[in-house]
């Protein structure tokens, strides 16, 4: 079996005891799965990949999620008729999969020029929620037109278009 010696620091050797203390054997086998770890987290942040934690549910009632994923589009929507903004983020996530947060508030530009003082306080009138799909035309179907094509260039690379001029 082939042999790699480790000097380790006079400073750095309680925790390699702790760790060979814990393992309950193999002090090796320990080392080699913190490298695999750290292979994997570098690798994943050379793509662009992050720990993402976003609050979901109502204003309020907000509970916490983390995942692991990319950010690839932005885009917002404005519905001057009920006065609200539905900003989408949509993240690709460490297993290829599609999440969509999208937070659901009140346009406060427009609450300005009309009918803020029938607006329901204290409750700020947010919520956010996260839609996950399986497949970028799964994606296409559940969000407006704009945040597919963004999210279809940003996985083509292409955010930026060469022009020849």
Excluded: C
């Amino acid at each position: 079996m082939p042999t790699k010696t480790i000097y380790v620091a006079e400073s750095d050797l309680p925790i390699f005891e702790k760790a060979q203390e814990l393992a309950g054997s193999s002090l090796s086998a320990v080392i080699a799965e913190a490298l695999r770890e750290h292979i994997k987290r570098k690798e994943s942040e050379a793509q662009g990949f992050q720990h993402l934690t976003l609050r979901l549910g109502p204003a309020g009632a907000w509970r916490a999620v983390r995942f692991t994923g990319r950010l690839l589009a932005r885009w917002r929507q404005r519905n001057p008729q009920d006065l609200r903004i539905r900003p989408y983020k949509v993240f690709q996530t460490a297993r290829g999969k599609f999440a969509v947060y999208i937070r659901d508030m009140p346009d406060w530009g427009q609450w300005s020029q009309r009918g803020w003082e029938n607006y329901p306080w204290p409750d700020d009138g947010t919520d956010r929620h996260l839609e996950v799909y399986d497949s970028l035309e799964a994606l296409k179907e559940h969000v407006p037109r704009e945040v597919g094509i963004a999210v279809e260039r940003a996985l083509q690379g292409t955010r930026v278009e060469e022009l020849d001029i």
